[in-house]
């Protein structure tokens, strides 16, 4: 997150600055969509962050969940299918004094983007990244997607799905990811908590959040989520032990898990990285340094 966020967010004659709030676009999303509750907690999440609107960036590949960045009022990049977590990472790297929320959904980060999805959880950049999964390619009118379940019967799959489904928590642990939760939009305020929580995290944080598709998922409905969800704080799940995480993040169908699997300390990428750990580019003079050293090697 921004290395500024835990800072008063004033300017020098004590005026507050402005927070996230609603943007004057109106989401076109369908009435009871679960990504009206995603919008709300990510809101809610960034108010109590006290963050200012300036300091955040919405990053979005394509999907009804994608349009996302436009219904709040901070910056928002609403890119192409798959490429959310690459322009957040190239976000992050030119001025990781920014908090950077890449969002999207299952087709747009687990189907066509899922190498990215990999990559950016093993390099552990500090960002955060929350899906809207509905199981389903909801723009497109309801094709399966990565995690449609097993049988399911789509637009794309009339005879019921025959692959294995993406488990997104499961990836994330494999690849490395530092702070890998599920919400349910349906639980807003349980989300606001793990998205809140995902953005002071430092490092890769992935919030994967059911978010049913009222219109083409006639399965995985709020209804069906609402008989089966539990809190793995409820639990006594102890989030900084990855070995008890596997067995939760494997438990799929009478009862589904929701709340923080896993949580570990490691460097960011940024913290890594020589330049980035000297601070933002931003903030750093422009041109090349040590260009003598260069020269002697070359001439
Ligand atoms: C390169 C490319 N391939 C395919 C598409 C068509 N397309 C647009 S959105 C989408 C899937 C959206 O599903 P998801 O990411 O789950 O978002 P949802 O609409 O369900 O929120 C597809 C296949 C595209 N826009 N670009
Ligand atoms: S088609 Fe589905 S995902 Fe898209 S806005 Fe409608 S309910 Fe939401
Ligand atoms: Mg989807």
């Given at each position: 997150?921004?290395?500024?966020?835990?800072?008063?967010?004033?300017?020098?004659?004590?005026?507050?600055?402005?927070?996230?709030?609603?943007?004057?676009?109106?989401?076109?999303?369908c009435?009871?969509?679960?990504?009206?509750g995603?919008?709300a907690?990510?809101?809610?999440?960034?108010k109590?962050?006290?963050i200012?609107s300036?300091?955040?960036?919405?990053?979005?590949g394509?999907?009804?969940?994608?349009?996302?960045?436009?219904?709040?009022?901070?910056?928002?990049?609403?890119?192409?299918?798959?490429?959310?977590?690459?322009?957040?990472?190239?976000?992050?790297?030119?001025?990781?004094?920014l908090?950077?929320?890449?969002?999207?959904?299952?087709?747009?980060g687990?189907?066509?983007?899922?190498?990215?999805?990999?990559?950016?959880?093993r390099?552990?950049?500090?960002?955060?990244?929350?899906?809207?999964?509905?199981?389903?390619?909801?723009?497109?009118?309801g094709?399966a997607?990565?995690?449609?379940?097993?049988?399911?019967?789509?637009?794309?799959?009339?005879?019921?799905?025959?692959?294995?489904?993406?488990?997104?928590?499961?990836?994330?642990?494999?690849?490395?990811?530092?702070?890998?939760?599920?919400?349910?939009?349906?639980?807003?305020?349980?989300?606001?908590?793990?998205?809140?929580?995902?953005?002071?995290?430092?490092?890769?944080?992935?919030?994967?959040?059911?978010?049913?598709?009222?219109?083409?998922?006639?399965?995985?409905?709020?209804?069906?989520?609402?008989?089966?969800v539990?809190?793995?704080?409820?639990?006594?799940?102890?989030?900084?032990?990855?070995?008890?995480?596997?067995?939760?993040?494997?438990?799929?169908?009478?009862?589904?898990?929701?709340?923080?699997?896993?949580?570990?300390?490691?460097p960011?990428?940024?913290?890594?990285?020589?330049v980035?750990?000297?601070?933002?580019?931003?903030?750093?003079?422009?041109?090349?340094?040590?260009?003598?050293?260069?020269l002697?090697?070359?001439?």
């Amino acid at each position: 997150m921004a290395e500024s966020s835990s800072a008063p967010s004033m300017v020098a004659s004590g005026t507050p600055l402005p927070l996230i709030g609603k943007s004057e676009i109106k989401p076109t999303w369908c009435p009871g969509c679960g990504d009206y509750g995603v919008v709300a907690a990510v809101e809610m999440a960034l108010k109590r962050l006290k963050i200012p609107s300036h300091e955040v960036v919405f990053v979005s590949g394509i999907g009804c969940s994608s349009n996302l960045p436009h219904f709040l009022s901070s910056y928002g990049y609403h890119g192409i299918h798959g490429r959310s977590l690459p322009v957040a990472e190239g976000i992050r790297w030119a001025n990781h004094g920014l908090t950077v929320i890449a969002t999207g959904g299952d087709g747009d980060g687990f189907g066509i983007g899922v190498g990215h999805f990999i990559h950016t959880m093993r390099r552990n950049v500090d960002l955060t990244y929350v899906t809207m999964n509905n199981q389903i390619y909801g723009l497109t009118t309801g094709q399966a997607s990565p995690t449609s379940m097993m049988g399911q019967k789509t637009k794309s799959t009339p005879d019921g799905v025959i692959e294995n489904p993406i488990d997104p928590v499961a990836l994330a642990l494999a690849s490395g990811a530092t702070y890998v939760a599920r919400g349910f939009s349906g639980e807003v305020k349980h989300l606001a908590d793990l998205i809140a929580n995902g953005i002071t995290h430092k490092g890769f944080a992935l919030v994967d959040t059911m978010s049913p598709c009222v219109t083409y998922n006639k399965l995985n409905t709020f209804d069906w989520f609402r008989q089966r969800v539990y809190k793995l704080e409820n639990a006594g799940h102890d989030p900084t032990d990855i070995v008890k995480a596997w067995p939760l993040a494997l438990e799929w169908g009478e009862r589904i898990p929701i709340g923080l699997f896993y949580r570990a300390d490691r460097p960011t990428y940024e913290q890594l990285e020589e330049v980035l750990a000297q601070g933002p580019l931003t903030k750093q003079s422009a041109g090349l340094k040590g260009q003598g050293r260069l020269l002697d090697e070359f001439l």
